[in-house]
């Protein structure tokens, strides 16, 4: 039976990104036996480093946190360019043979737990028309925003304008700006990106901020990386590259959060050192807000205040009164000229890819749910999701959620259990934030996403550290229920006789 055949799966996983390809390799590690099939709605392997194709794309996190702890990333440089990052997502799925169960252009549109028969039936959509499967467990790497839209909001009077309007989210890959006046509107990792790679060919760059980011300095590469690699074989030298990055990304975190009035003066010392002498450091780069209450915005080698002190790129901090046919006005009363706008405005932050979820034909109300371990949600059964940290690499987190997943389902299948779903058994916790920053697009999310509790495993931390060294004692059956259906078929394809009618619950509270 081919995989195109097949009806069934132990295991669905839905998203080829880095999430993805990490939660295949995790899950038939620990599980060699089972059976699984990734789903992916674009046409090509990669999820975000696939999606975004804009100049100057890459990681705003080091790429040795960022890659694989099980395939050593074999680049120098601290930080990848995004379309190396997809090179290197698509070759580890191809080396340790994940590629073959990927199926591209397959899109989930809803799934549906069944009590009575322990099994997700999962609506496909695809080029070739609809397909239904069924699957023990389904784990979504999907994500946190929406593919197929950004946030984009309506200003005043930009139907007169004449020039040309782009998202970064669907950058064309005709566009000339070349000699041209470009206006990035935005101030957060993208526009940051974004502005130095335009400037070395346009004519002129502005961004357009309403209020400003905090940017630190990074080295695209450090000599002790250089030096292991060139004394340690590539999976020792990769492992303490990775170790020593997350640590120091933990502490510069750790050092802002505790001593917010330090690191402000930091920050502002080191674009002191930049910037030309009288720059108005101050208006442009002096945020309201203490670090890390946002994203931190990764500036290699300086090269944002660079373009900005040679002149080529210009920051204007103002709002926006209106689009003119030929650039912007500001509140001020300065005109922008623009030849092409870039609203470089943020995400539209979404949870489970948008996926309409169920139990026993109920709906599922993410912003209902409390996060379990920020992987699982209360009462929702055999069902897992996947998202990164936000002060830190994504995979750092997203691979201790694979593994505490393949462990899930190693326990289920030991025990006979064809259910697992953790529980609030009644109670209330007071809610936070799952994702704890005040960024506009997480604000815009509102009740869109899973609540976080605070304690313990409801608590979603933000704490490479002390997530790993959970992860080592991690207690498999904490807040836990099992159950399993008569007779019992312990995540495997179920023999042909079961029949839903004929299920009998047997639950275990752990």
Known sequence: MTFDDADYYDVLIVGAGLSGIDAAYRVRERNPELTYLIVEQRERIGGTWDLFRYPGVRSDSDIFTLSYPWNPWRGERT??????????IEQSARDFGIYPHIRFSTQVVSADFDRSADLWTVDLLSDSGTRTVTTRFL????????????????????????GQIVHPQFWPDDLDYAGKNVVVIGSGATAVTLIPAMAADAGHVVMLQRSPTYMFPYPWSDPMTKLVQRVLPWQAAHDITRYRNAFVTLGLYSFCRRFPKASRKLIRRLALHYLPDGYDVDTHFKPAYEPWDQRLCVIPEGDFYKVVADGSAEVVTDTIESFTPTGIRVSSGRELAADIVVTATGLDLVAFGGIDLSVDGERVDPGEKYGYRAYMLDDVPNFAWSVGYTNASWTLRVDLTSQAVAELLAHMRANGYTRAYPT????????????DLSSGYVQRAGGRLPKAGEEAPWQVRHNALLDAIDARRYDVTEAMVFSRTEPAVAVVAPEPTDTPEAAEESETAQ
């Not at 930080?79 to 290197?88: F, L, S, W």
């Open 79 to 88: 930080m990848a360019e995004g379309a190396e990052i997809c090179e290197y």
């Open 139 to 162: 784990y979504l790497c999907t994500g946190y925003y929406r593919y197929d839209a950004g946030y984009r909001p309506e200003f005043e009077g930009e139907d007169q304008f004449t």
């Open 424 to 435: 609030l058994d009644g109670a209330k916790p007071k809610a936070h934030a799952f994702f």
